[in-house]
């Protein structure tokens, strides 16, 4: 099958509150229509403006609900917590949190100070860990929740020019497996979602190039490239009820390239 299916609709996903990182471009922009596609409640957070604005313009031309958005620099927590804080208080407290936001800058080794490496965490690790102190209160409260952290599998497949970015993603699985025992006894699942090498307009731009091809048609198992919808739909499902069992784990989209 080449074109994208439509969009299975989860009954579950209809009214829920959802929060998404960095979604207002790229494979965040995908998730964030996908679950208003849904019926879902859904707010997200951006460095982008313009972007976000557009995002949530084409949602409403969709016929969907607007969705409750703000730019905000997620290095500053403060910052992001009181968005979250803000959302929850016009949305209702959040049922899923999907952590996706993230910047895979290149650099070298030579090239890396302490400052550039805390500026990388700060937006590839630390968000995470803050935004789901601030949402699981809420999912408490309603007595079950959804946490969707964006991996990579680009560290595992020893993906390279971006060590400080290899880092931050290699360390999403510890904070999906060391949070779930804690998260579960409430029904807060926790899981990790690895994507392979997806189009977005930014890698296109930025990173695509012959020999980026030759290596999509090597690596891969099969032949179409993988998008951000493709991705979405694994975050649909384990936000959904129809993942309530599902906790702890990594699920890969990478069309068979790991
Ligand atoms: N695209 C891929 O091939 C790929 C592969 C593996 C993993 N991933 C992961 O998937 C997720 C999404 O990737 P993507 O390719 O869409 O990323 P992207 O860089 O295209 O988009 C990330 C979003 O975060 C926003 N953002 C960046 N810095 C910010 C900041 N300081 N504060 C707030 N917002 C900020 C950007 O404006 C953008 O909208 C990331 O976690 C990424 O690591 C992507």
């Known amino acids: 099958m080449k074109d994208s299916p439509q969009l299975s609709i989860y009954p579950s996903l209809k009214g829920r509150t959802v929060f998404v990182t960095g979604g207002g471009s790229g494979i965040g922009a995908a ?37 409750w958005w703000r730019t905000c620099d997620v290095r500053d927590i403060g910052a992001l917590q009181k968005a979250i804080a803000d959302a929850a208080a016009e949305l ?86 060391g949070l779930a025992v804690e998260l579960g006894k409430d029904r807060i699942r926790i899981n990790t979602v690895s994507p392979g090498w997806v189009m977005t307009d930014r890698q296109v731009t930025l990173w695509l190039d012959d020999e980026g091809e030759q290596s999509l048609k090597r690596n891969q198992c099969l032949p179409d490239k993988l998008l951000p919808e493709d991705i979405a739909r694994m975050v649909l499902f384990l936000a959904s009820d129809d993942a309530k069992m599902c906790t702890a784990q990594e699920f890969t989209v990478d069309a068979g390239w790991t």
């Open 92 to 177: 209702g407290d959040f049922a899923v949190l999907v952590n996706n936001v993230a910047s895979d800058d290149r650099h070298t080794l030579e090239s890396v100070t302490p400052d550039y490496y805390d500026n990388r965490m700060a937006i590839n690790e630390r968000p995470a860990l803050f935004a789901i102190q601030s949402v699981v209160p809420g999912m408490r409260r309603l007595g079950f929740g959804s946490v969707v952290n964006l991996g990579s599998t680009g560290w595992q497949t020893k993906g390279s020019g971006y060590p400080c970015y290899a880092i931050a993603k290699s360390s999403v699985n510890g904070l999906t497996r």
């Open 31 to 67: 998730i964030v229509a996908a679950f208003a596609a849904q019926g879902a409640r859904v707010a997200f957070v951006d460095i982008a403006e313009s972007a976000s604005a557009t995002l949530a313009e084409q949602i409403v031309e969709q016929g969907h609900a607007a969705p």
